[in-house]
Protein backbone atom coordinates (compact mmCIF):
# COMPACT_ATOMS: atom_id res chain seq x y z
CA UNK A 1 0.00 0.00 0.00
CA UNK A 2 2.70 2.37 1.00
CA UNK A 3 4.69 1.64 -2.32
CA UNK A 4 1.22 2.17 -4.27
CA UNK A 5 1.01 5.42 -2.37
CA UNK A 6 4.93 6.52 -3.11
CA UNK A 7 4.12 5.61 -7.18
CA UNK A 8 0.87 7.32 -7.00
CA UNK A 9 2.76 11.05 -5.51
CA UNK A 10 4.75 11.27 -7.78
CA UNK A 11 3.04 10.31 -10.93
CA UNK A 12 0.47 13.26 -9.91
CA UNK A 13 2.42 16.67 -10.39
CA UNK A 14 0.62 18.69 -12.86
CA UNK A 15 -0.41 21.61 -11.19
CA UNK A 16 2.32 21.03 -8.67
CA UNK A 17 5.99 20.22 -8.55
CA UNK A 18 6.26 19.71 -4.92
CA UNK A 19 5.90 15.85 -4.04
CA UNK A 20 3.29 16.40 -1.14
CA UNK A 21 -0.44 15.60 -1.28
CA UNK A 22 -2.24 18.19 -3.37
CA UNK A 23 -4.55 16.46 -4.63
CA UNK A 24 -5.52 18.80 -7.84
CA UNK A 25 -1.68 18.73 -8.70
CA UNK A 26 -1.40 14.73 -9.19
CA UNK A 27 -4.85 13.90 -10.74
CA UNK A 28 -3.24 14.48 -13.99
CA UNK A 29 -0.27 12.97 -15.24
CA UNK A 30 2.35 14.64 -17.44
CA UNK A 31 5.57 13.32 -18.52
CA UNK A 32 8.35 16.30 -19.81
CA UNK A 33 8.17 15.08 -23.31
CA UNK A 34 3.97 15.59 -23.39
CA UNK A 35 2.62 19.30 -22.35
CA UNK A 36 -1.38 17.99 -22.80
CA UNK A 37 -2.94 16.41 -19.45
CA UNK A 38 -4.97 13.43 -19.32
CA UNK A 39 -6.89 12.01 -16.15
CA UNK A 40 -5.34 9.22 -14.82
CA UNK A 41 -6.78 7.93 -11.46
CA UNK A 42 -4.37 7.48 -8.59
CA UNK A 43 -4.00 3.59 -8.64
CA UNK A 44 -4.35 3.08 -4.96
CA UNK A 45 -8.04 3.30 -5.26
CA UNK A 46 -8.20 -0.03 -7.11
CA UNK A 47 -8.24 -1.19 -3.73
CA UNK A 48 -11.97 -0.38 -2.98
CA UNK A 49 -14.36 -2.59 -3.05
CA UNK A 50 -16.55 -1.20 -5.89
CA UNK A 51 -20.21 -0.87 -6.55
CA UNK A 52 -22.11 -2.37 -9.23
CA UNK A 53 -23.35 0.24 -11.71
CA UNK A 54 -24.88 -0.88 -14.92
CA UNK A 55 -23.51 -4.06 -15.04
CA UNK A 56 -19.98 -2.16 -14.11
CA UNK A 57 -18.22 -2.54 -10.39
CA UNK A 58 -17.26 1.14 -10.21
CA UNK A 59 -14.43 2.00 -7.96
CA UNK A 60 -14.02 5.69 -9.04
CA UNK A 61 -16.51 8.38 -10.56
CA UNK A 62 -15.42 11.60 -12.40
CA UNK A 63 -17.17 14.61 -10.62
CA UNK A 64 -17.80 16.88 -13.82
CA UNK A 65 -19.91 17.56 -16.63
CA UNK A 66 -17.53 18.74 -18.91
CA UNK A 67 -17.14 16.75 -22.00
CA UNK A 68 -13.39 16.96 -22.54
CA UNK A 69 -12.54 15.96 -18.90
CA UNK A 70 -14.77 13.10 -19.20
CA UNK A 71 -13.37 11.93 -22.31
CA UNK A 72 -10.03 12.02 -21.32
CA UNK A 73 -10.93 10.44 -18.37
CA UNK A 74 -10.43 6.67 -17.04
CA UNK A 75 -12.76 7.29 -14.09
CA UNK A 76 -15.22 4.16 -14.18
CA UNK A 77 -18.19 6.55 -13.99
CA UNK A 78 -19.47 10.03 -14.26
CA UNK A 79 -21.30 11.93 -10.96
CA UNK A 80 -23.15 14.55 -13.27
CA UNK A 81 -24.25 17.16 -10.46
CA UNK A 82 -24.38 20.32 -11.08
CA UNK A 83 -25.93 23.68 -8.53
CA UNK A 84 -29.07 24.38 -10.96
CA UNK A 85 -31.71 22.42 -11.76
CA UNK A 86 -31.71 19.18 -13.67
CA UNK A 87 -31.67 18.88 -16.56
CA UNK A 88 -32.67 16.30 -19.42
CA UNK A 89 -30.12 18.26 -22.27
CA UNK A 90 -27.54 17.64 -19.84
CA UNK A 91 -28.54 14.13 -19.18
CA UNK A 92 -28.76 12.81 -22.78
CA UNK A 93 -25.61 14.65 -24.02
CA UNK A 94 -23.39 12.76 -20.88
CA UNK A 95 -25.42 9.42 -21.10
CA UNK A 96 -24.73 9.14 -25.28
CA UNK A 97 -20.77 10.60 -25.12
CA UNK A 98 -19.28 8.87 -22.41
CA UNK A 99 -19.25 5.92 -22.68
CA UNK A 100 -19.63 4.50 -19.61
CA UNK A 101 -22.04 5.01 -16.32
CA UNK A 102 -23.55 7.88 -15.61
CA UNK A 103 -25.50 9.08 -12.29
CA UNK A 104 -27.38 11.87 -12.73
CA UNK A 105 -28.41 14.73 -10.19
CA UNK A 106 -32.79 14.61 -9.83
CA UNK A 107 -32.88 17.21 -7.01
CA UNK A 108 -32.69 18.36 -3.38
CA UNK A 109 -32.99 22.03 -2.54
CA UNK A 110 -34.29 23.03 -5.93
CA UNK A 111 -36.20 20.12 -7.50
CA UNK A 112 -38.59 18.24 -5.19
CA UNK A 113 -41.85 16.18 -5.04
CA UNK A 114 -43.63 15.59 -8.61
CA UNK A 115 -40.81 17.22 -10.79
CA UNK A 116 -37.76 14.83 -9.40
CA UNK A 117 -39.95 11.40 -10.05
CA UNK A 118 -40.58 12.96 -13.24
CA UNK A 119 -36.92 13.66 -13.74
CA UNK A 120 -36.01 10.65 -11.90
CA UNK A 121 -38.18 8.49 -14.90
CA UNK A 122 -36.74 10.27 -17.56
CA UNK A 123 -33.11 9.75 -16.25
CA UNK A 124 -33.76 5.96 -16.58
CA UNK A 125 -35.55 6.30 -19.77
CA UNK A 126 -32.52 7.96 -21.35
CA UNK A 127 -29.87 5.04 -20.00
CA UNK A 128 -28.84 6.43 -16.40
CA UNK A 129 -27.35 3.91 -14.46
CA UNK A 130 -28.44 5.80 -10.80
CA UNK A 131 -29.75 8.89 -10.02
CA UNK A 132 -28.75 10.75 -7.01
CA UNK A 133 -30.18 12.73 -4.75
CA UNK A 134 -28.71 16.21 -2.24
CA UNK A 135 -29.32 16.11 1.52
CA UNK A 136 -32.57 18.22 1.37
CA UNK A 137 -34.35 15.71 0.24
CA UNK A 138 -37.27 14.54 1.61
CA UNK A 139 -37.31 10.92 2.42
CA UNK A 140 -40.94 10.64 1.75
CA UNK A 141 -40.32 11.84 -2.25
CA UNK A 142 -37.35 9.04 -2.25
CA UNK A 143 -39.61 6.74 -1.54
CA UNK A 144 -41.81 7.36 -4.47
CA UNK A 145 -39.19 7.75 -6.61
CA UNK A 146 -37.50 3.95 -6.17
CA UNK A 147 -41.76 3.17 -6.57
CA UNK A 148 -41.14 4.67 -9.78
CA UNK A 149 -37.73 3.27 -11.14
CA UNK A 150 -35.42 -0.04 -10.99
CA UNK A 151 -32.19 2.04 -11.13
CA UNK A 152 -30.20 2.93 -7.85
CA UNK A 153 -30.63 5.91 -5.88
CA UNK A 154 -28.23 7.72 -3.62
CA UNK A 155 -28.41 9.92 -1.23
CA UNK A 156 -26.12 12.60 -1.07
CA UNK A 157 -24.22 13.33 2.81
CA UNK A 158 -22.08 16.43 4.06
CA UNK A 159 -22.28 16.11 7.99
CA UNK A 160 -22.99 13.54 10.59
CA UNK A 161 -25.91 15.01 12.34
CA UNK A 162 -27.97 13.33 9.77
CA UNK A 163 -30.48 10.87 10.15
CA UNK A 164 -29.21 7.98 7.84
CA UNK A 165 -31.93 5.37 9.32
CA UNK A 166 -34.47 7.20 7.63
CA UNK A 167 -32.65 7.48 4.34
CA UNK A 168 -32.61 3.48 4.24
CA UNK A 169 -36.09 3.02 5.30
CA UNK A 170 -37.08 5.34 2.02
CA UNK A 171 -35.13 2.90 -0.12
CA UNK A 172 -31.77 4.38 -0.76
CA UNK A 173 -29.42 1.72 -2.21
CA UNK A 174 -26.15 4.03 -1.21
CA UNK A 175 -25.20 7.06 0.19
CA UNK A 176 -22.57 9.66 -1.23
CA UNK A 177 -20.30 11.19 1.74
CA UNK A 178 -19.64 14.60 0.40
CA UNK A 179 -17.67 16.34 3.03
CA UNK A 180 -14.10 16.85 1.73
CA UNK A 181 -11.74 16.04 4.44
CA UNK A 182 -14.26 15.32 6.49
CA UNK A 183 -15.84 12.05 4.73
CA UNK A 184 -13.62 9.77 6.49
CA UNK A 185 -15.07 10.33 9.95
CA UNK A 186 -18.17 10.58 8.25
CA UNK A 187 -18.04 7.30 6.63
CA UNK A 188 -16.46 5.73 9.98
CA UNK A 189 -19.86 7.01 11.43
CA UNK A 190 -22.12 5.15 9.19
CA UNK A 191 -20.25 2.05 9.43
CA UNK A 192 -21.31 2.33 13.44
CA UNK A 193 -24.80 3.27 12.58
CA UNK A 194 -25.52 0.89 9.85
CA UNK A 195 -22.88 -1.51 9.57
CA UNK A 196 -22.36 -2.72 5.89
CA UNK A 197 -24.22 -0.37 4.05
CA UNK A 198 -22.52 0.60 1.21
CA UNK A 199 -21.48 4.06 0.45
CA UNK A 200 -19.07 6.00 -1.99
CA UNK A 201 -17.26 9.39 -1.32
CA UNK A 202 -15.15 12.50 -1.92
CA UNK A 203 -11.80 12.35 -0.40
CA UNK A 204 -11.23 15.79 0.28
CA UNK A 205 -8.02 17.18 -1.81
CA UNK A 206 -5.16 15.32 -0.68
CA UNK A 207 -3.91 12.01 -1.98
CA UNK A 208 -3.66 10.45 1.65
CA UNK A 209 -6.98 11.68 2.54
CA UNK A 210 -8.54 9.64 0.09
CA UNK A 211 -6.39 7.04 1.33
CA UNK A 212 -7.97 7.05 4.78
CA UNK A 213 -11.44 7.41 3.43
CA UNK A 214 -10.80 4.22 1.63
CA UNK A 215 -9.68 2.71 4.88
CA UNK A 216 -12.95 4.12 6.61
CA UNK A 217 -15.06 2.14 4.85
CA UNK A 218 -15.70 3.99 1.40
CA UNK A 219 -16.81 1.51 -1.60
CA UNK A 220 -16.18 3.85 -4.22
CA UNK A 221 -14.63 7.76 -4.68
CA UNK A 222 -15.29 10.63 -6.17
CA UNK A 223 -13.00 12.59 -7.75
CA UNK A 224 -12.80 16.45 -8.35
CA UNK A 225 -10.85 17.14 -11.49
CA UNK A 226 -9.01 20.89 -11.64
CA UNK A 227 -11.24 23.42 -13.77
CA UNK A 228 -10.09 23.77 -17.37
CA UNK A 229 -8.47 27.58 -16.20
CA UNK A 230 -6.20 26.01 -14.03
CA UNK A 231 -4.97 23.08 -16.54
CA UNK A 232 -4.49 25.21 -19.42
CA UNK A 233 -2.51 27.76 -17.07
CA UNK A 234 0.59 24.93 -16.52
CA UNK A 235 0.23 24.55 -20.41
CA UNK A 236 0.63 28.33 -21.69
CA UNK A 237 2.87 28.90 -18.60
CA UNK A 238 5.46 26.04 -21.01
CA UNK A 239 4.01 27.97 -24.27
CA UNK A 240 5.30 31.15 -22.83
CA UNK A 241 8.34 29.66 -21.74
CA UNK A 242 8.87 29.01 -25.50
CA UNK A 243 8.07 32.23 -26.73
CA UNK A 244 10.50 34.31 -24.31
CA UNK A 245 13.06 31.45 -25.39
CA UNK A 246 12.40 33.47 -29.07
CA UNK A 247 12.99 36.89 -28.14
Given at each position: MVGDMGKDLTKFSLLSNRIHEIFFGKFFSKSKKITHPSLSVPNFIQRCEGIPLAGTNVKSILFSTDMAMVENSNADAVLAVYPFSPSIAIMKSLIDFSQKPVICGIGGGITKGKAAIEMAK??????????????????????????????????????????????????????????????????????????????????GSQLIEIQKTIEAGAKAIVLTPPSSKELFKSIMDTYRKGINHLK
Open positions: KAEGLGACAVIVNQPFPPQDIKKIKANIQIPVISSVSHSNFDFVARVNAGIDYFHITAGIHSQKIVEDLRYKIPGFPAIATG
